[in-house]
């Protein structure tokens, strides 16, 4: 059974960074592309950054140069880094495969990140 376990959310002040981990256990997660979602109150959840088997990177616009992924696979772990947080960036965050995949893990019980202002 595939678990993803997200961690490293909190509350921050904007302008702030933080350091997401989703640790990925049931698969060897260097096989697959990956990617952080979120998802704000009231709002559906979105993707936010992915990174192929091969490493290579993609953001949404709202991130861009804000937010690095990567990935540890000895560790089968993805990583999300965050700087330079913004209030609109407060929302649950969670891992998976990314949106073009065939294959969708369950999800997990996502990292919650508050900014305030």
């Known amino acids: 059974q595939v678990l993803l376990d997200e961690s490293g959310g909190c509350l921050v002040q904007a302008g702030g960074s933080l350091r997401l981990s989703c640790a990925v256990s049931g698969v060897i997660v260097s096989t697959y592309a990956m990617g952080w979602y979120r998802q704000a109150p009231g709002k559906q959840r979105e993707s936010v950054a992915t990174?192929?088997?091969?490493?290579?990177?993609v953001y949404v616009d709202s991130v861009k140069g804000r937010f690095t992924i990567s990935r540890d696979n000895a560790k089968n772990t993805v990583f999300l880094q965050m700087n330079s947080l913004k209030p609109e960036d407060t929302a649950v965050y969670y891992c998976n495969t990314p949106l073009y995949s065939n294959t969708r893990f369950p999800w997990g019980q996502g990292t919650r990140v508050t900014v305030s202002s």
């Open positions: 990174i192929s088997s091969g490493g290579l990177t």
